[in-house]
């Protein structure tokens, strides 16, 4: 079945720790977006990629980090710079101008 | 500024009314798309419906209905006939120009309870 699978659902992280967390697409959509969101609050945007080896800053981009080495892949690292890393992470995926198709979301949750 | 405005944190309504959730816009690129969604207690993000900046005609999709003013710049989601699988936080969300993967902007969201 064609969707966006993000990996883990619930993630736990130590103080000044890295984590990644996983996005993979095989709708072969070229635009990936990552969204954070928080209790009872919109989606605010992370990082955005058009193409592969590309990607921009949305609003909220420091202590994150992306890559995009493969057109299916979208992984987003949270620093041990992000100083507020708690919240649920949603990533996304698109045709050019069409609706976002969304994975289950991660859980990320500072211990 | 805000893009995308949504002024209802929380709606209540009883089964098999209809209920109107309030969006509004902000932007000055005559090209653009409208799009809301649902997301149950699950979180995960449920696309509704889709209206283009020059579309004609308002959007449908079963019990959805998205009432476009584009001269007030809103785009208010219509529910008719609640039901109980209704409750669920409505996002409003719009992409600025239909060129390759600019990102949907998302309002604050409203909380729809639907109750029997």
Known sequence: DGGITQ???????????????SCEQNLNHDAMYWYRQDPGQGLRLIYYSQIVNDFQKGDIAEGYSVSREK???????????QKNPTAFYLCASSMPSGEAFFGQGTRLTVV | ?????????????QEKEAVTLD?????????????????????????????????QQNATEG????????????ANLVISASQLGD???????????FQAGTALIFGKGTTLSVSS
């Open chain 1, 7 to 21: 990996s883990p659902k619930y993630l736990f992280r130590k103080e000044g720790q890295n984590v990644t967390l």
């Open chain 1, 71 to 81: 057109k299916e892949s979208f992984p987003l690292t949270v620093t041990s710079a």
């Open chain 2, 1 to 13: 500024a805000q893009k995308i405005t949504q002024t209802q944190p929380g709606m209540f309504v």
């Open chain 2, 23 to 55: 969006c509004t816009y902000d932007t000055s690129d005559p090209s653009y798309g409208l799009f809301w969604y649902k997301q149950p207690s699950s979180g995960e993000m449920i696309f509704l419906i889709y209206q283009g900046s020059y579309d």
């Open chain 2, 63 to 74: 019990r959805y209905s998205l009432n476009f003013q584009k001269a007030r710049k809103s």
């Open chain 2, 87 to 97: 409750s669920a936080m409505y996002f409003c969300a719009m992409r600025e120009g």
